[in-house]
């Protein structure tokens, strides 16, 4: 069977993982993938790939991950990392950073669909926060991501102190304690 080429090894494996189905991380990718038949047969189905032809069809396109080259890469850094001091120093067109309200837009507007990396997603938000925001725009963000994002969210939200409060003898009229 063919795989594409853009689904790294750790692609593969992660979603043969989240499907039920332990794969040797130790194995190259070329293994991997004369091995892939066998793997199919045990893998669970869920919503997103319902049957075998749609686990096929997924591993022969392209990977949905988002991956830009170095090159790429450093200009979307460069341009996130001018927009968030731009917004540290409180959104001022002096000459250091932007002149116009136009600039920050259009650089928004070039790395907006790169919302995988960390730091457009906090220019995104940062710059819609702004008073000269044009748009709101929203990072684009695989559904891994997005996942990743929101197990994070939770597990942030569960902490919960608990407070007791009670009455005890007249020496110590009262008993705080955080169990």
């Known amino acids: ?44 189905y869920n919503d997103k790939i319902k049957n075998e032809t749609a686990l096929k069809e997924y591993l022969k396109n392209i990977s949905p991950k988002q991956r830009p080259n170095t090159h790429q890469k450093s200009e979307i850094m460069f341009k996130a990392k001018r927009i968030i001091k731009w917004a540290k120093n409180d959104y001022i067109f002096d000459g250091a950073t932007y002149t116009n309200s136009d600039d920050p837009y259009n650089d928004i507007m070039c790395i907006y669909m790169w919302g995988d990396l960390p730091s457009v997603r906090r220019a995104c938000r ?54």
């Open 126 to 179: 940062m710059y819609n926060n702004c008073l000269y925001c044009k748009n709101h725009v929203n990072p684009i963000m695989t559904t891994e991501v997005e996942e990743e994002l929101q197990n994070h969210k939770f597990i942030k939200q569960e902490i919960m102190y608990k407070l007791h409060i009670r009455k005890a003898t007249e020496d110590n009229p009262i008993l705080i304690s955080f169990d």
């Open 1 to 44: 069977m063919l795989v594409d080429k853009s689904h790294s090894k750790k692609d593969i494996v992660n979603l043969f993982k989240k499907h039920g189905i332990i794969i040797d991380d130790k194995l190259s990718k070329g293994n991997i993938v004369k091995d892939i038949e066998l793997y199919m047969n045990k893998f669970q």
